[in-house]
T-cell receptor, first 115, second 111 residues
Framework: GAGVSQTPSNKVTEKGKYVELRCDPI?????LYWYRQSLGQGPEFLIY????????DSGLPNDRFFAVRPEGSVSTLKIQRTERGDSAVYLC?????????????FGPGTRLTVL | GQSLEQPSEVTAVEGAIVQINCTYQ??????LSWYQQHDGGAPTFLSY????GLEETGRFSSFLSRSDSYGYLLLQELQMKDSASYFC????????????FGQGTELSVKP
């Protein structure tokens, strides 16, 4: 079956611009996570959705970052007034179990470059 | 807080056995996971240990010692395709199951 998909695969933007990153989780997965990965580092947690609600947004670095999941499936990560330090790979993961279970399924990521 | 430490890189030859260690400091513990990530690819789940001991899945095995806050991933009969980054991670179910990852170990398999 289809795995987690993310679009776009690459996004280049200028400092100060607004970007949206999309995640399509595996069908039926209720838990959805966003992570950010810088070069040579492990993924860092940003936000967790259980269904439509953001159950844990403690990893969002500041109020420029926001994410939604209005129908409990597709999620969009939104970054306002982008900064060069936002450049990273943004990963989305989903799981069939609330609380993540033992396995999270990751998408290929969106590589964001802020010039 | 939670932190994990693993070696930054390991090199081995085809056919050999390699062990990637991971030590962790956590406030509460609900299992140690391992993920593999090829260059430019998605992290993919390899194994999960909640209890002490060895879990074997084909050429890969994972070990956990909760008393030592220590685990390792053992890769046997190394193949060139095993060249990748390997991450240990702990799960925090009190916070919705988010994963806290180590910095990753880059494994290079040489012919």
């Amino acid at each position: 079956g289809a795995g987690v998909s993310q679009t776009p695969s690459n996004k280049v933007t200028e400092k100060g611009k607004y970007v949206e990153l999309r995640c399509d989780p595996i069908s039926g997965h209720t838990a959805l996570y966003w992570y950010r990965q810088s070069l040579g580092q492990g993924p860092e947690f940003l936000i967790y959705f259980q269904g439509t609600g953001a159950a844990d947004d403690s990893g969002l670095p500041n109020d420029r970052f926001f994410a939604v999941r209005p129908e409990g499936s597709v999620s969009t990560l939104k970054i306002q007034r982008t900064e060069r330090g936002d450049s990273a790979v943004y990963l989305c993961a989903s799981s069939s179990k609330a609380g993540g279970g033992n396995e999270q399924f990751f998408g290929p990521g969106t590589r964001l470059t802020v010039l | 807080g939670q932190s994990l430490e693993q070696p930054s890189e390991v090199t081995a030859v085809e056919g050999a056995i390699v062990q990637i260690n991971c030590t962790y400091q956590t406030s509460g513990f609900y299992g140690l996971s391992w993920y593999q990530q090829h260059d430019g690819g998605a992290p993919t789940f390899l194994s999960y240990n909640a209890l002490d001991g060895l879990e074997e899945t084909g050429r890969f095995s994972s070990f956990l010692s909760r008393s030592d806050s220590y685990g390792y991933l053992l890769l046997q009969e190394l193949q060139m395709k095993d060249s990748a980054s390997y991450f240990c991670a702990v799960r925090d179910p009190n916070q919705g199951g988010k994963l806290i990852f180590g910095q990753g170990t880059e494994l290079s398999v040489k012919p």
